[in-house]
């Protein structure tokens, strides 16, 4: 489990640290407040748990800067700068919790990753692996065929979570039945989809009794559905796993959010922990009207200060939320239409 | 001028007049008297070339009426329930409040424009849901077909942070 986050002079935080929910974490925020930036720091730290690669190599892999240059990750203040990252999560050591912390460390002239400084505990962090997944904002499930191999033949220019989040679909399925957990959460997706997924030949299906629909013909919000319904069977989220999904909302219809938001909010009762960014007003109000007082859920609202640094705040209860960009932005809609129908009155 | 409603204070400053509509105090000039018969909003202001009705109602539970945000069919039906009952009670009270009005004008009073303001301690996400269907249901503007003349203008619903932000001539406090 993710415990906590420190980060100095790092993409677009000067000085920032963040404690996680061990259940659901909700970010929001106004666009160039990091949120996906924090998601893919995350996830980079818990995937080399699994992939045994570099902290460094990792994070340009997933952020890709420009001629994978490190240092192009440092805050950019036009003097010399040093970046420190330090995440910090729980593991269970002889059934007592274990604090990890691991730290990264690179300058703006730090070229290669391999030049970063790893430090912390680097070598138990690895020997404790932590299962997780990064849904990005674009579907890449209509597109896997042939993705992966070209992927690994060929340096192509597409952050490394769009290769990740398909080989996490294409993992083979778990052995023995299906819990009675994971397959209430099947059935709930397999109702809005109405029908499963199946795989052939790199390519996924939608089952349905009218027939096998490939998914470059179904609507994107049914091949996010798909994509949860492949990685709920297949067991990559499970107990003690990191689900990270950023813009849930993107093309998905808003009758499906109840879906989405109930899944996620029954996987964190199951123990997996979720990061979810939104702009959506629709999803954050699905989240407050289905949480109930045992879920262990924070909105951390992400915001500029007066020096345009980037701070957070963290809430447990949606109507706490403050600063609240999506509830300011539609304030300021229901003002514009007051004013036109008052006709200047109260001015 | 000043007015107090539901432990709101509203100030008009230019206002020719603002009272407390429903008004039970038989000593007051502005003593309703049909209570028995009409529905009232709380307020009415008379400005010098508009009138503005004004319904105060702080809810406790403000999802009760998120229809649209329902988890299931059935709480989506109970909550449709209550938004259809608000609306109604909205409705009822401006009608009512708009023929007394029209009764108690003296004869060849020039008309003025009557504006709906409910003031619903409903989030911001909520407010465009709940005046579309009060707009449709007043009717608000020139609703009918052979209407020559508008019932109400306009109908808008504001929390109490919209109305301090959009009318920053008419400041709104809790007392």
């Known amino acids: ?347 | 001028m000043k007015v107090r409603a539901d432990g709101f204070e509203f100030e008009f400053p230019g206002a020719l007049d603002a009272f407390v509509f429903d008004e039970k105090d038989k000593s007051q000039p502005s003593f309703h008297g049909l209570s028995h018969a009409m529905r009232a909003v709380d307020l009415v202001v008379e400005l010098p070339n508009d009138t503005l009705f004004i319904e105060v109602k702080d809810f406790h539970a403000p999802d009760d009426y998120n229809f649209k945000a329902a988890a299931n069919d059935d709480e989506q039906g109970q909550r449709r329930e209550r938004m259809n009952h608000l609306r109604d009670v909205l409705v009822h009270k401006f009608r009512d409040t708009w023929l007394y009005r029209w009764s108690e004008r003296a004869a060849g009073t020039p008309d003025k424009p009557v504006r709906y303001l409910c003031v619903l301690s409903l989030d911001n996400g909520l407010l465009g849901t709940v005046r579309k269907e009060l707009h449709q249901a007043l009717p608000a503007g020139s609703a009918g077909p052979r209407w020559q003349r508008e019932l109400a203008t306009a109908c808008v619903v504001l929390n109490p942070q919209r109305w301090n932000s959009a009318f920053p001539a008419w400041p709104l406090n809790r007392y």
Not at chain 1, 222 to 246: A, E, F, H, M, Y
């Open chain 1, 1 to 347: 489990m993710l415990d906590h986050i420190k980060l100095e002079q790092f993409t677009a935080f000067e000085q920032f640290s963040l404690k996680f929910s061990p259940g659901l974490n909700v970010f929001i925020g106004e666009n160039s407040c990091g949120k996906t930036h924090l998601l893919k720091l995350v996830y980079a730290a818990c995937d080399i748990s699994t992939s045994q690669k570099s902290f460094a190599e990792k994070l340009n892999r997933v952020f890709l800067p420009s001629g994978e240059q490190i240092g192009r990750l440092v805050k950019r203040r036009g003097v010399s700068s040093k970046c420190n990252v330090e995440v910090t999560r729980i593991v269970q050591v002889d059934d007592q919790p274990k604090r990890l912390t691991l730290r990264l460390t690179f300058s703006n002239h730090t070229k290669e990753a391999a030049k970063a400084t790893e430090s912390g505990a680097r070598k138990s962090w690895r020997e404790h692996p932590l299962t997780s997944v990064y849904i990005p904002v674009k579907d890449m499930m209509a597109n896997a065929p042939g993705f992966r191999s070209l992927y690994s033949l060929r340096h192509i220019h597409f952050e490394e979570v769009y290769a990740d989040i398909i080989d996490r679909a294409f993992l083979g399925t778990l052995k023995g039945p299906t819990d009675k957990d994971r397959k209430r959460l099947l059935e709930i997706l397999q109702q809005s989809m109405e029908g499963k997924v199946i795989t052939r030949n790199e390519e996924f299906f939608l089952k349905s009794p009218q027939g096998e629909l490939e998914f470059t013909l179904l609507a994107e919000g049914i091949r996010k559905l798909g994509l949860l319904w492949v990685l709920i069977q297949n067991g990559t989220l499970l107990d003690g796993s990191v689900l990270l999904w950023d813009e849930p909302e993107a093309n998905l219809n808003p009758k499906l959010m109840r879906t989405v938001v109930q899944i996620l909010v029954e996987l964190q009762r199951l123990g997996v922990q979720v990061f979810v960014t939104t702009h959506n007003y629709n999803l954050l109000k699905e989240f407050d009207l289905q949480l109930e007082a045992k879920d262990q859920a924070l909105f951390h609202s992400l915001y500029r200060d007066e020096q345009r640094n980037v701070q957070v705040a963290s809430f447990t209860r949606y109507e706490e939320l403050q600063p609240n960009a999506i509830d300011d932005t539609l304030g300021q809609l229901a003002d514009r239409e007051i004013r036109q129908q008052m006709g200047g009155l109260g001015q």
